[in-house]
């Protein structure tokens, strides 16, 4: 039985180990979404008093729709490293290619602004300032480990091609 190989980077990839990684990257985002954007949020709205508002009006639509946007945006993060990068998002199993396509191609850290969007749709949906807190926490915290962490290694694995991807793309701010 013979693998199909896809070309990625000028590098041979097996579809076996295409599945894997895509199996990796579904499994470590499972679990930070079900702790950080889930389970987290959860307590967050117990703790405060928070409950589904008896109708669905215009703030909780729009409340939807971030949470949707925000959603998709990192899913479509997640399949880019896992398809280009033939990694996953998570820090102990990063990517083997510099991902600078998708939406890296506008912004290099799409992927927490995706979920940060979405705790903060879901504070609008709740019309909770204390959730609203932790979708700001959340993005201060993503920020704090973008600079202490995320940045250093990158640079440190991928030298020169990061150090340009830099000058070309903002961390935080979409490039028109």
């Known amino acids: 039985m013979h693998a199909r190989l896809a070309m990625h980077g000028g590098r041979a990839f097996t579809q076996e180990a295409e ?3 895509f199996i990796r990257a579904l499994t470590y985002a499972t679990l930070f979404v079900g702790l ?6 959860a307590q967050v709205l117990s703790w405060s008093g928070a409950v589904r508002p008896p109708t ?9 729709v971030v949470v949707a946007i925000g959603a998709l945006l990192a899913l479509w993060c997640i399949l ?3 398809v280009v990068g ?4 998570a820090p102990f199993d990063p990517p083997q290619h510099l991902v600078v ?8 850290n799409p992927m927490y602004l995706g979920a940060g969007l979405a705790v903060a749709g879901a504070a609008l949906f709740y019309q909770s300032l204390p959730l609203l807190g932790y979708a700001g926490m959340f993005l201060l915290a993503t920020h704090v480990f973008v ?22 793309v903002h961390r935080w701010w979409p490039r028109i």
């Open 80 to 82: 880019t490293f896992v």
């Open 101 to 108: 396509q998708g939406p890296y191609h506008v912004m290099r």
């Open 56 to 64: 669905i009006g215009s703030l909780q639509v729009t409340g939807l």
């Open 19 to 21: 599945v894997f990684v």
């Open 147 to 168: 600079i202490a962490y995320e940045e250093p290694t990158l640079r440190q694995t991928f030298g020169a091609e990061y150090e340009s991807y830099c000058k070309q």
């Open 86 to 89: 033939q990694g996953t998002p």
């Open 36 to 41: 950080v954007l889930v389970f987290l949020p």
